[in-house]
């Protein structure tokens, strides 16, 4: 903590900002945490993150070049500590959202983002050699039975934990998910980014800007798997049913997916976006399983279900 505050003071005081007030921590979880910083020039926020997500910093960093627009305004950037000095981009999409259990506010988002993955698609090798994990369609069914040996990830037999019966399913499945995700790489929309925790919590608007912040979580991966967390986003929002998916939700859904049809047809895109189902809840389980392993033992009742409720998830969409 005095470190970072030293870090910022000087990167604050080499930009002539003037720091006005007291350096506070709102947020502090195992992954990451968060400073907010008073300053002459508005709000600043500090960012640093847990050795797994260092890439975060370096991600920004390439991601804020290449999309200004829409990208967090970087003060300062420490890639090697995984630091990050920004300002303030505005209110949560969420306080829009929520409280008036409105979705139509995603409408422009969830169409510049489908816009920055397709731009994104040409730097997929860039990204990849920033450290970010490798979910591409090619990639998952090896992961997959990976994560179907790591019996604790699972929780084999304990509470909240797999089944033996559900184990099973899961290994028959091993073949026809490795023939999906052959499916879908074959239909020929390119790998880019997933940010991997896309929900509303993660979108900042202000004086009309998108900003698209948090990417912690991102992988490269087949890009429509980013759906999954946007559609449980809504779900949580509008205080549906699990797996719901409103008339509303599917307009949302086709003004992600126009863009994607500069690559494919129509008809394929929208298969591609029933075969993702699947794919983006064994991406969400390998992003959550590579999170726990690094947690202390006296945290890991609160997070270990995690894996094991995906991959119930990853059977329901298999049926």
């Known amino acids: 903590m005095k470190q970072a505050?030293?870090?910022?003071?000087?990167?604050?005081e080499r930009r002539s900002i003037e720091i006005r007030g007291v350096i506070e921590q709102p947020h502090l979880y195992p992954w990451s945490?968060?400073?907010?910083?008073?300053?002459?020039?508005?709000?600043?926020?500090?960012?640093?993150?847990?050795p797994e997500t260092i890439h975060e910093a370096a991600l920004t960093q390439k991601l804020a070049q290449w999309f200004p627009d829409c990208m967090p305004e970087l003060v300062a950037v420490d890639v090697t500590r995984g630091w990050m000095l920004m300002r303030h981009g505005g209110e949560q999409l969420r306080k829009i959202i929520r409280p008036a259990q409105d979705i139509q506010p995603w409408a422009p988002v969830i169409e510049r983002y489908a816009e920055v993955q397709v731009g994104l698609a040409g730097h997929v090798t860039e990204i990849l050699a920033l450290g970010l994990p490798d979910h591409r369609p090619m990639v998952l069914p090896s992961l997959y039975s990976m994560l179907l040996r790591d019996k604790e990830s699972l929780m084999l037999g304990r509470e909240k934990g797999v089944t033996a019966t559900e184990l099973r399913q899961l290994e028959e499945l091993a073949l026809p998910f490795e023939q999906l995700c052959t499916d879908l790489a074959g239909l020929g929309i390119p790998d880019s980014i997933n940010h991997g925790d896309f929900h509303d919590g993660n979108v900042l608007l202000k004086d009309g800007?998108?900003?698209?912040?948090?990417?912690?979580?991102?992988?490269?991966?087949?890009?429509?798997?980013?759906?999954?967390?946007?559609?449980?986003?809504?779900?949580?929002?509008l205080n549906l049913d699990e797996y719901s998916f409103t008339p509303e939700m599917a307009a949302l859904v086709d003004h992600y997916?126009?863009?994607?049809?500069?690559?494919?047809?129509?008809?394929?895109?929208?298969?591609?976006?029933?075969?993702?189902?699947?794919?983006?809840?064994?991406?969400?389980?390998?992003?959550?399983r590579q999170t726990i392993?690094?947690?202390?033992?006296?945290?890991?009742?609160?997070y270990a279900w995690?894996?094991?409720?995906?991959?119930?998830?990853?059977?329901?969409?298999?049926?």
Do not use: C
């Open 5 to 12: 505050q030293e870090w910022i003071h000087a990167e604050a």
């Open 257 to 288: 997916l126009r863009p994607w049809q500069t690559f494919a047809s129509k008809n394929d895109v929208s298969t591609a976006y029933e075969l993702s189902r699947p794919a983006a809840s064994i991406a969400k389980a390998l992003a959550w």
């Open 33 to 50: 945490t968060i400073l907010v910083v008073p300053t002459d020039q508005g709000r600043l926020f500090f960012k640093a993150t847990a």
């Open 209 to 237: 800007r998108i900003t698209f912040f948090d990417w912690g979580d991102a992988s490269v991966a087949h890009p429509l798997i980013s759906l999954r967390t946007f559609l449980v986003s809504i779900e949580m929002a």
């Open 306 to 319: 995690i894996v094991p409720e995906v991959l119930r998830e990853f059977l329901h969409y298999m049926k």
């Open 293 to 302: 392993s690094h947690l202390p033992d006296s945290m890991l009742e609160q």
